[in-house]
């Protein structure tokens, strides 16, 4: 008999949780097909999506910050699994996305490229659901796609890694 090394148990786990009033604003902002931040008033780098304190200094976040929706890719990863909550199909790429004005990169599908055409250092812009769909979720960005921008210098992001 081959011994066990492991198995396969599908596990699920639905969270809930109370937004506060950093995350609501955010939130809120997506509704309005706006991306709001937060900015450390001891260390001034810019939080979005804002925790409502800066984990660096430890004080409250509370000067409210609009970012556009340009950004860098930092980081990326190609996916070539089927998401439950995806409806891409595989191969996809995710990145992180260092949002121009903003210090703490977002998360995002990239999209409207070959998936293998993301790059570090990549300028992407947000797609936008239609107005008539913008709700309070994060769902309003559709993804990222490439904009017509040079590939920014690896100086401008690589603190954000
Ligand atoms: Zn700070």
């Keep these: 008999m081959s011994e066990i090394t492991n198995i396969v148990t599908p596990i699920r786990l639905d969270y809930t949780y109370t937004a506060g009033h950093a995350t609501q604003r955010f939130l809120l902002g ?29 004080v409250p976040t509370t000067d409210e910050v609009e970012v556009t929706g340009k950004g860098t890719v930092t980081t990326f990863c190609i996916v070539r699994i089927p998401s439950d909550v995806l409806s ?43 107005k008539a769909e913008l709700a309070a979720t994060f769902e309003s960005i ?4 490439p904009i017509d921008e040079p590939d920014a210098p690896y100086e401008t992001y690589k603190e954000h890694l």
């Design 88 to 130: 891409v199909p595989p191969p996809f790429t995710c990145a992180h996305v260092l949002l121009d004005g903003a210090d703490l990169p977002f998360f995002a599908l990239i999209q409207e490229c070959d998936f293998d055409a993301v790059r570090m250092g990549m300028r992407v812009e947000a797609v936008w659901a239609p």
């Design 30 to 58: 997506m509704a309005e097909g706006r991306i709001l931040g937060q900015r450390c008033p001891e260390c001034a780098k810019v939080y979005v999506p804002p925790r409502g304190a800066c984990p660096k200094c430890g």
């Design 142 to 145: 559709r993804y990222f796609r």
